[in-house]
């Protein structure tokens, strides 16, 4: 997915250098409802998809409100099946073992009970590395912050980019880098102060 993030490139440039680090393997985009941290996350995720060698993958929070459905909604995301012989959990750490590839785990801070599910993760997958977007931080081992701040521009753009369903891979969670798959809206917003 190749969309323009209007006003956010150093935003952007910041968390890619950081998501580059060998040590930062959690970080979390803070600030506000409506902010863009839903945005960056993903202008930066699109954008480094060729370093993830497993992939990208885009895991949803926002209509979940019980922690307990964090660790389903990432396996569905991955298109893991649980078997019952191994609960889900272990079942999630054994297939993201030897993998390379980025989570981006959007609207965390409605599902915070579910941080150590993420440490965890981290703990058993050394090559796993988890972008979250959340009004608040996790408070877990190895993360590093990254707070959203507002635009600066005197005019502000609202993008609202809906991905076609066609643009998904057959990978659940992973969307096509093809730019025609993509639907823009702008408006343009005068800030009132």
């Not at 993030?5 to 060998?22: D, F, H, I, M, S």
């Not at 885009?58 to 459905?69: E, G, K, Q, W, Y």
């Not at 980025?102 to 997958?125: K, N, R």
């Not at 609202?158 to 823009?184: E, K």
């Amino acid at each position: 997915m190749n969309t323009p993030t209007v006003g956010r490139a150093k935003e952007v440039a910041l968390v890619q250098n950081l998501l580059r680090r060998e040590e930062v393997r959690l970080l979390t985009l803070t600030g506000p409802g409506g902010i863009g941290k839903t945005r960056l996350g993903l202008q930066v995720a699109a954008e480094l998809s060729d370093c993830f060698a497993d992939g990208v993958f885009f895991v949803n929070l926002a209509p979940i409100s019980d922690s307990t459905f964090v660790v389903p909604a990432i396996a569905q995301t991955l298109d893991l099946k649980e078997t019952g012989e191994q609960p889900l959990h272990d079942l999630l750490q054994a297939s993201l073992q030897d993998r390379q590839l980025l989570l981006l785990l959007d609207s965390f801070e409605q599902v915070l009970g579910a941080a150590s599910h993420v440490a965890d993760l981290l703990a058993a997958c050394p090559r796993l590395k988890v972008l979250v977007t959340s009004r608040f931080v996790l408070h877990v081992r190895g993360e590093q912050e990254f707070a959203v701040p507002p635009l600066r521009d005197q005019y502000a753009f609202f993008i609202s980019a809906s991905i076609d369903p066609a643009a998904y891979d057959p990978a659940p969670g992973r969307w096509s880098s093809r730019p025609s798959q993509v639907r823009h809206q702008a408006q343009l917003y005068r800030p009132l102060a």
